[in-house]
């Protein structure tokens, strides 16, 4: 028997971050879109109510919310809002799980309180201008002195948050000739000497998360910041891609949801020929589709996410939720506008942000061209 089902505490949990997602993030959000900046007092309010931080473990100050299921439900809501605010909102989760799967101790209550508390900002530096899709061809560089510690040389691109984050998890390869096998990661501070910030990254959508590349020179790092040992580095992006490729998922499920559900309240309102929009079969069959298309990419989201609460391997599972909800947003959105006519088009109405914001959900975490390769690789 088969039941689909949230618990009290999930549709509790989905009710506060629906509600935190209507009266706060929506009304900011064409704001954060317009400045390209996020407002970080959105952040301070969502930290208060553990928005920001229901991952991570009780007794570090977090939520202790472990369920994949609850993470995706509250990604959909907060990304319904706006999805630039909602990465910044989750962008600790990546690191919070390295650390809880790869950490030592001593990282895990040095940094786990601080990305936990308020203020606390953190990126994930994997991607290079000439290695995005192909992690194994990084060439960051670090190298090992004789007493243990080592020396980052390189740069990153198109990092999240890069530019402004306190604690960033570094990629880098011991030696290029070992390819994956030769990558390893390490916890860079903001203030460590050496680290440096370049320009900011002019982006399509998704504009309240900035993008920066960032810096490597002579960075001296102790051995102790090295997270995993060395070599673990691909190992450690592979999980928390699998993991984020279900969160990006749900963020599009939230993209998708919002603009099928403007689409049809302006459809019920605006006439042509005598009749709404939504009394021609032309749209009412075309709003139809979306929202079967929107049903069934939430339920892959969910059972990549229930695969990943009982232990199973969740690769194939994850790619497909990426894939097909991806791709169900960028169709929804553009139809959105197509409704919408010129009024899509125009700024004044968010449709257009949120085809915008689609588009960069296709892209992140691993193109839909590198999920359709992982899928056949596991048929």
């Known amino acids: ?48 109510i553990g928005l920001t931080n229901f991952y991570i473990s009780e007794e570090y100050g977090g939520g202790g919310i472990t369920d994949c299921v609850t993470h995706a439900l509250i990604c959909e809501e907060l990304s319904w809002g706006c999805a630039g605010i909602a990465a910044n909102f989750l962008g600790a989760m990546g690191i919070a799980n390295a650390l809880r799967d790869f950490g030592t101790e001593q990282q895990r209550s040095s940094y786990l309180p601080r990305l936990a508390g308020p203020g606390y900002r953190a990126a994930i530096a994997m991607t290079e201008t000439g290695a995005g899709s192909d992690a194994a061809a990084i060439r960051s560089r670090a190298r090992r002195l004789a007493d243990g510690s080592y020396v980052l040389d390189g740069s990153k691109s198109y990092i999240t948050n890069g530019g402004i984050a306190d604690l960033i998890l570094v990629f880098a390869t011991i030696d290029p000739e070992r390819k994956s096998k030769g990558i390893t990661a390490f916890l860079v501070e903001r203030s ?8 900011k990254e002019a982006k399509m959508g998704a504009r309240a998360a900035g993008s920066w590349e960032i810096y490597f020179e002579n960075l001296h790092l102790p051995a102790s910041s090295r997270l995993g040992e060395e070599g673990a580095g691909f190992m450690i992006a ?104 010129s009024y899509g088009y125009s700024r004044e109405h968010p449709v257009e942000k949120w085809m915008r914001d689609a588009k960069g959900q296709q892209i992140l975490e691993g193109p839909n061209e590198i999920q359709k390769l992982i899928i056949s690789r596991h048929l």
């Open 1 to 48: 028997m088969i039941e689909i089902s949230l618990s009290e505490e999930q549709e509790s949990l989905r009710e506060l971050a629906a509600r935190f997602s209507r009266e706060v993030i929506r009304p900011a959000a064409a704001s954060c879109d317009e400045s390209e900046k996020m407002d970080w007092s959105l952040f301070d309010k969502a930290q208060q």
């Open 192 to 199: 460590n000497v050496g680290f440096k910030v370049g320009r």
């Open 238 to 341: 592979s999980r928390a891609f699998i993991n984020f490729r279900t969160i990006v998922a749900a963020r599009a499920v939230g993209i998708a949801r919002a603009a099928l559900e403007y689409a049809s309240a302006y459809a019920k309102e605006r006439k042509t020929f005598g009749k709404t929009l939504l009394e021609h079969q032309g749209i009412a069959f075309k709003l139809a589709g979306l929202a079967t298309q929107l049903e069934a990419a939430r339920l892959l989201v969910w059972s990549a996410a229930d695969a990943a609460n009982r232990g199973l391997n969740t690769v194939q599972k994850a790619s497909m939720a990426k894939l097909f909800a991806t791709d169900v947003a960028m169709e929804t959105t553009t139809e959105a506008v197509q409704v919408l006519g």
